[in-house]
Structures are given as structure tokens and as C-alpha cells.
């Protein structure tokens, strides 16, 4: 359904010269066909949400700089990380634990056949 209505707006936009020539000097068809397509279609955009996910952060941050020491929240080193910014971090650093911990494993049976004390 998106894409049919992104086509009708290309179509649109490409066969009919005259409104071509009037977009063009506002910007372009091209802009406003870019633009159509981040509200129809938001996640082919990963730059944008990487960029909205800042943005959130950024305005999370002043709000709570506003409301000073009163409220609930405890202040922390992720307290300015979305829900899904703080899972991404929690699977990276998952993932870099198991990492270590078969690192280590191999490094102590290393040492082992090798008769060093740890």
C-alpha cells in the first residue's frame, strides 16, 4: 500500500510538466518524493533514526535538567539511553563477556600445557 502510494505521487509528479516546473522552484520534486517516502517508509532510512535516537537522548537529558534533584529517577551513566539503545548495549557487552570468558579458557589451558602457575 505504501509503495502504491510513493508510485502515484512519482507518477504524478513526472507526467505532468507544469507542476514539475512549480515544484522545481520550491525545492524539487525530488526533495518532496524524499520526504513522501521517510513518512511512508521510516525504516529505509537507518540514518534517521540513528539521528532521531540522539535527538531523543539530547531532549531527554534537558528535561531532566529541568526537573533538578526532584524525581524518581536515580541518575546514571545510561539514564539518557532510549529502551533501545540500553538493549543494544546490554546484547554488545553480552556478546564481549562470552567473547573474554572463551579467550580466557583458551589462554588458561595455554598456560596449563605449559606447566605455568596462574
Same mark, same amino acid.
Given at each position: 500500500?505504501?509503495?502504491?502510494?510513493?508510485?502515484?505521487?512519482?507518477?504524478?509528479?513526472?507526467?505532468?510538466?507544469?507542476?514539475?516546473?512549480?515544484?522545481?522552484?520550491?525545492?524539487?520534486?525530488?526533495?518532496?518524493?524524499?520526504?513522501? *517516502? +521517510?513518512?511512508? /517508509?521510516?525504516?529505509?532510512?537507518?540514518? $534517521? !533514526?540513528?539521528? =532521531?535516537?540522539?535527538? &531523543? #537522548?539530547?531532549?531527554?537529558?534537558?528535561?531532566?535538567?529541568?526537573?533538578?534533584?526532584?524525581? *524518581? +529517577?536515580?541518575? /546514571?551513566?545510561?539514564?539518557?539511553?532510549? $529502551? !533501545?539503545?540500553? =538493549?543494544?548495549?546490554? &546484547? #554488545?557487552?553480552?556478546?564481549?563477556?562470552?567473547?573474554l570468558r572463551q579467550n580466557r579458557r583458551a589462554i588458561e589451558d595455554e598456560m596449563e600445557r605449559r606447566g605455568i602457575n596462574r
Amino acid at each position: 500500500m505504501r509503495t502504491v502510494i510513493l508510485a502515484a505521487a512519482a507518477v504524478l509528479a513526472l507526467s505532468s510538466p507544469a507542476l514539475a516546473q512549480t515544484g522545481q522552484s520550491q525545492g524539487g520534486w525530488g526533495g518532496a518524493l524524499d520526504q513522501l *517516502n +521517510r513518512t511512508v /517508509n521510516p525504516n529505509a532510512y537507518p540514518q $534517521d !533514526r540513528n539521528d =532521531r535516537a540522539v535527538e &531523543d #537522548r539530547d531532549a531527554n537529558r534537558d528535561s531532566r535538567r529541568s526537573e533538578g534533584s526532584s524525581g *524518581n +529517577r536515580r541518575g /546514571n551513566a545510561y539514564s539518557d539511553y532510549s $529502551d !533501545r539503545d540500553l =538493549r543494544s548495549q546490554y &546484547d #554488545r557487552l553480552g556478546e564481549e563477556q562470552r567473547q573474554l570468558r572463551q579467550n580466557r579458557r583458551a589462554i588458561e589451558d595455554e598456560m596449563e600445557r605449559r606447566g605455568i602457575n596462574r
